[in-house]
């Protein structure tokens, strides 16, 4: 099993004769994704890749299931064709788009809670549940995906889209191999953060032990560490938390959109603390994920 | 993007928030007309972009004029957090009988806006929530539904604040919440409020950040406080950051820039955002003296590879560069070797020598390796770790 989708899931494109899309979704279907309709607005009728391409999500979903919507249009449109996901009943909506003002992204959020549908990202890669199918840009193309990604019992969230490649890689060289790899996005407000996803790995039989990968900024890592010490969880966690030469830098933005240090909770070295002493395995260097994953998974010590 | 604290009041003001008589000065002589025009007491204040302005010697009060001249002389000038003071705020000193914290900003784990409101204003919030989290509100409201007051009335009466001060509070915080929402702001910040003893409330101090996101669509805002539609800078740029700049935006494919000088000697090209920041911060944790901070990412030209590459090279003071990214998805490894070597070579330096890593795997690594072991490189595979590869080059200094 996997998380958010598996083999047979059904992708909608929106945007999907934009540059960008047009590539992913020929890494897509090389990989063996099914993605089954694709929407831009006046080019209904024609195809890319063979994938039908609509006007509207209406017409989409009209003639096929959709069980997951890629959001790749520019930002000024990402807000309107999140709402058209939403409303035409997509469970699950995937936005890639990057640079969306975070008053747009909290509306599709409030959306998409009263309609019970899920949102990954804005500013993200999507996800991959390896030999099964993958959802957005993450890996690249097939033959690359197929060197960084293998199946097996490790979940990834990660909120940078390169590093997920990167840890999974790292893993899989480690004879680790994932259920499902998520790059959350690095937006400061994003649909599903650590802590939103974290009871889907709990549930999934297949996974036996969680890694992360943050980054300065924001309140999710110490919300994630309140969890845990309240709640418990079955699953290990393993973190890294990259950028702790900001703490020095407070107000200045690195990498994603979420990085910057704002307060003191927004520091690494707080972050890392706070889930030192919720019982996560904190990596100090990225290359100790491997070897704290294994030693993990030996411990099979059930924490809830 | 931070406006300053005069940008945020007269933004603020204008939106039906009360401020305190103001005057911006840039120069101690007219310290003394603006103190005459909001009358003594006045309080002097720094104008950066930056906090820790107490601290630094950066807020002062005078009694008359002329002390006020004196006074804005030791200002002006002055470093707070690496930045000059170029202005001063100039306001009537105001008598407080009572400091309130009003602030709203968006709660990542919730995914909503959120009012937070304090009776314990004018000292560090986290450190209140942390010794006093029962002198804390915190109210979410929608972004997507018309906006209401009563949510605001909430998140005053909670704290037991009553009769005629929950009304005017209540306003006050409405008023905050509606022009964060409207203008796209990711913080909107009143610390304190002051109550002052007629029971009239006053901004003394504000600080407002506009998503930089959103700079297209709120042009009219920058206007208003007389800023160009570009917005500005969180830092100013150093020479060798400005170039860098320059390199990036020559070209829109691809990013190979957002640069930031260190003083070292081992000058980096690394990407995409959260690699950068692992191996940037293997750099430092394993002993490094590192150049700059950059970061490439999506699929930048050759030409603009090289640019980059040929500018931190020929920084002084650097000896050798690392090229190290995360296993790329979308990223051509070749033509960002062939633009890394072809930088070193325009630089009059020979890439073997001066490469002491070199770790992209991914896209296209088949053909980038084979022209990297042509120029004498030996290029480090997905097999080696982001700071192992780090490691490696700092050994090879």
Redesign the interface.
């Given at each position: 099993m996997a998380i958010l989708a598996d083999a047979e899931s059904q992708i909608l494109v929106q945007g999907i004769t934009g540059r960008e899309a047009v590539?992913f979704v020929r890494d897509s279907l090389d990989y063996g994704a099914k993605v089954a309709a694709g929407v831009t607005p006046g080019r209904g009728g024609s195809d890319v890749h063979g994938v039908p391409v609509y006007d509207t999500v209406k017409e989409a979903v009209k003639r096929h299931k959709i069980d997951v919507a890629v959001v790749a249009v520019p930002?000024g449109f990402a807000k309107d064709a999140a709402f058209e996901a939403i409303e035409n009943g997509v469970p699950l909506v995937v936005v890639v788009t990057e640079?969306?003002?975070?008053?747009d992204?909290?509306?599709v959020?409030?959306?998409a809670d009263i309609q019970r549908a899920r949102v990954i990202g804005p500013n993200t890669?999507g996800f991959i549940c390896p030999g099964k199918t993958k959802v957005g840009?993450?890996?690249?193309?097939a033959r690359?995906t197929v060197?960084?990604f293998t199946p097996g019992p490790v979940g990834v969230m990660?909120?940078?889209?390169?590093?997920t490649?990167?840890v999974c890689?790292?893993l899989t060289?480690s004879g680790l191999g994932q259920s499902t790899a998520i790059s959350v996005g690095?937006d400061?407000?994003?649909?599903s953060?650590f802590?939103d996803l974290l009871p889907l790995f709990e549930q999934d039989p297949e996974t036996k032990v969680v890694v992360t990968?943050s980054?300065?900024g924001?309140?999710?890592e110490a919300?994630l560490a309140r969890y845990l010490k309240t709640k418990g969880t079955r699953l290990p966690i393993v973190s890294?938390i990259?950028?702790?030469?900001?703490d020095n830098m407070?107000?200045?933005?690195?990498?994603?959109?979420?990085?910057i240090v704002?307060?003191?909770?927004d520091t690494v070295a707080e972050k890392a603390r706070r889930l030192r002493e919720a019982g996560v395995l904190v990596a100090?260097?990225?290359?100790q994920i491997p070897d704290l994953v294994k030693k993990a998974l030996k411990q099979k010590t059930p924490r809830k | 993007m931070?406006f300053y604290e005069h940008e945020s009041k007269a933004i603020l003001g204008k939106r039906g928030v009360p401020i305190p008589k103001g005057a911006l000065i840039r120069s101690a002589d007219e310290a003394v007309g603006a103190a005459k025009s909001v009358g003594c007491p006045v309080v002097l204040k720094a104008q950066v972009?930056?906090g820790g302005r107490m601290k630094a010697g950066g807020v002062k009060f005078a009694e008359t004029p002329d002390e006020a001249a004196q006074r804005a002389s030791q200002i002006l000038g002055l470093e707070i957090r690496g930045q000059k003071t170029q202005s001063i705020l100039v306001e009537s000193k105001a008598q407080v009988v009572k400091e309130y914290y009003l602030a709203v900003t968006?709660?990542?784990?919730a995914?909503?806006?959120v009012a937070i409101f304090s009776d314990m204003g004018g000292i560090d919030i986290?450190e209140v929530a942390e010794t006093h989290p029962e002198h804390i509100s915190r109210t979410h409201f929608?972004?997507?539904?018309p906006f209401s007051d009563f949510r605001m009335k909430e998140a005053v009466a909670s704290l037991s604040v009553g009769g005629r001060d929950l009304s005017t509070l209540t306003g006050i915080l409405s008023r905050l919440a509606q022009a964060f929402?409207t203008h796209?702001l990711?913080?909107a910040e009143i610390n304190p409020l002051g109550k002052l003893q007629d029971g009239s409330f006053v901004a003394l101090d504000a600080h407002i950040d506009l998503?930089?996101?959103?700079i297209a669509?709120q042009k009219p805002l920058l206007t208003e406080v007389g800023m160009g539609p570009e917005g500005r800078q969180?830092?100013e740029r150093t020479p060798f950051e400005a170039k860098a700049a320059e390199i990036d935006s020559s070209d829109y494919r691809g990013v190979a820039g957002?640069v930031?000088e260190f003083g070292g000697s081992l000058g980096l090209i690394i990407?995409?955002?959260?690699?950068?920041?692992?191996a940037?911060?293997?750099v430092?944790?394993h002993g490094g003296n590192p150049a700059n901070?950059c970061?490439i990412?999506g699929n930048p030209s050759v030409r603009k590879v090289a640019a980059l590459t040929k500018l931190i090279i020929s920084k002084p003071g650097v000896n050798k560069i690392a090229v190290v990214?995360?296993?790329?998805?979308?990223t051509r490894v070749d033509l960002v070797a062939r633009g890394v070597i072809k930088g070193v070579i325009e630089a009059g330096y020979n890439p073997g020598e001066k490469i002491v890593a070199f770790r992209i795997?991914?896209?296209w690594e088949e053909e980038g390796f084979r022209l990297l072991r042509k120029y004498g490189v030996e290029p480090l595979d997905?097999?080696v770790?982001?700071?192992?590869a780090i490691v490696g080059a700092i050994n090879k200094m």
């Open positions: 590539s930002a640079r969306i003002p975070r008053r992204v909290a509306q959020l409030e959306l890669m840009s993450v890996g690249g193309p690359d060197k960084a990660s909120r940078s889209g390169g590093m490649t990167e890689n790292l060289h690095g400061a407000v994003i649909g953060t802590l990968f980054e300065p924001g309140n999710v919300a890294f990259a950028g702790s030469f900001m407070p107000g200045v933005r690195f990498g994603h959109a979420g990085s704002e307060g003191k909770q100090d260097d990225l290359s | 931070r972009l930056t968006y709660d990542p784990v995914k909503r806006p986290e929608s972004a997507l539904l929402l796209d990711t913080l998503e930089d996101e959103a669509r969180a830092k957002r930031v990407g995409g955002g959260g690699a950068s920041l692992t940037f911060d293997a430092r944790r901070y970061e990412g990214m995360n296993v790329v998805n979308n795997p991914g896209a997905r097999k770790s982001i700071d192992q």
